[in-house]
């Protein structure tokens, strides 16, 4: 297979255009300045004083001390110092701290089967049915993105912010997604997270890594709107409860609780969810549970899993890969559905990573039963997809990724389709 000279050349341009790297002043150095310019304001307060008493002392004295004093006030007027979360910086007079992030990629993406509609990466839900060889080459750098975070002192803690955006928003099948994204925006003090970020029912944690951007079908993957209460012991566990944005037409929030334990092994959680699902005025409230664990193998490697299982899921992402709700003459029946992703990560150098993962998803409804009659035979049953992916990074802030990806689904009358896909990366990072 020949690689597509575009994105060959896109991968050399990026690791020779590197700028150079910016430079910031200290705290330190900053600290310096502020001193230096206190001792000489304490000097030439002390020559005007002997002036007064000696008035035959020469007046260019003291204008050579006010040039020495006006350079170190420009000097410090212009410094930038360190802040105090990494990569971070503060402006003079400042006790917020801005880190400015992000990074810019480019996808290539070769299907070697069928390519599901409405989306360069992966979407096993959607794969097209029977033996498909009319696969296609996507190119895409719709998914880079960039954002900043502050973190601001306060007598009881500090004060944080993030805001988050991506160039992938969704707009409809089959359409160019080449419009800005709000991925995360939301301010955290005391405990408490209000705004847009990771569902408190996501395992963010035992997701495995994948180059590909939707990664597998199993998990949660949402960004709603939440209230969060955090309250964490360490020598407990960490506590976590949220109110988030329903589905599409639901007039109550979901709500949300989860545990969380760190050991020196690894991590584990447990998650449960309460959510209401609505179609054209009949609702019916879901369930959802999920656990999930991380465990250090050895210094470098690390074996992870998660489980979930969800009553309904409208927006498709509180399990990936799910039915949607069905309305049944007067009655919303709900896909009971289970998710489970395995991973299993490796750090071989600082230059070299790789991963490799399995999802998979499965209705507890067989054919024949009432919300197959009600959705239709052409639902999801099965689905499982995996990745085996890696990334060198040749240069600092610079990665180049490579994965193959295969999967099938198969629906409740038995049809099936098959997916085998390869997607190359190249990212370059900035802070």
């Keep these: ?55 035959a002392a020469p007046a260019a004295s003291a204008s050579a001390w006010n040039d020495r004093i006006d350079a170190v006030e420009l000097k410090q007027k212009d410094a930038v110092v360190l802040g105090d979360i990494p990569g971070s910086f503060r402006l003079p007079g400042s006790e917020t701290s801005i880190r400015v992030y992000g ?31 009319n696969g296609k080459t996507s190119l895409t750098a719709q998914t880079s993105r960039f954002g900043f975070e502050t973190s601001t002192p306060t007598g009881i803690g500090t004060f944080n912010t993030k805001i988050e955006a991506d160039f992938y928003a969704y707009c409809g099948s089959e359409c160019n997604r080449n419009r800005l994204r709000l991925r995360h925006a939301y301010g955290e003090y005391a405990g408490w997270l209000i705004g847009q970020t990771w569902s408190t029912f996501m395992d963010v944690d035992n997701l495995p890594e994948t180059v590909d951007f939707n990664g597998p079908p199993g998990a949660t993957f949402r ?16 506590f976590q409860f949220a109110i988030e944005e329903p589905s599409d037409g639901a007039k109550s929030p979901n709500l949300v609780a989860r545990v969380d334990k760190a050991y020196d092994w690894g991590n584990v959680n447990a998650r449960v969810m309460s959510h209401e699902q609505r179609i054209d005025g009949a609702s019916k409230r879901g369930l959802g549970l999920g656990l999930g664990a991380g465990y250090k193998l050895t210094g470098t490697a690390t074996l992870m899993a998660q489980y979930t299982r969800m009553d309904g899921d409208g927006d498709g992402a509180y399990l990936v890969g799910a039915n949607y709700p069905v309305l049944d003459g007067n009655t919303v029946r709900l896909d009971r559905s289970h998710g489970f992703v395995v991973g299993l990560t490796n750090a071989f150098s600082e230059q070299l990573r790789a991963t490799v993962s399995l999802g998979t998803v499965r209705s507890r409804h067989k054919l024949g039963d009432a919300y197959v009659n009600a959705y239709g035979g052409e ?50 990072i900035f802070n």
């Design 103 to 133: 990074h810019a990629e480019a996808n290539m993406v070769k299907d070697f089967k069928g390519t599901a509609p409405g989306d360069t990466f992966t979407n096993v839900m959607e794969q097209p049915l029977g033996d498909s060889r």
């Design 1 to 55: 297979m020949k690689l597509n000279h575009t994105f060959l050349a896109l991968m050399a341009a990026g690791l020779c255009s590197l700028p150079p790297a910016a430079s910031a002043q200290s705290a330190k150095d900053f600290e310096d300045m502020r001193n230096e310019l206190k001792a000489l304001r304490a000097e030439l307060n002390q020559m005007k004083a002997q002036q007064a008493q000696a008035p």
């Design 223 to 238: 960004r709603p709107t939440q209230a969060r209460y955090t309250y964490n012991n360490p020598d407990i566990a960490k």
């Design 379 to 428: 639902g999801n049953y099965k689905l499982y997809q995996w990745h085996a992916g890696m990334y060198y990074l040749p240069i600092k802030n610079v990665e180049l990724g490579s994965e193959l990806i295969g999967g099938r689904r198969t629906t409740f009358d038995g049809q099936k389709g098959d997916m085998l896909r390869l997607n190359l990366q190249a990212r370059y």
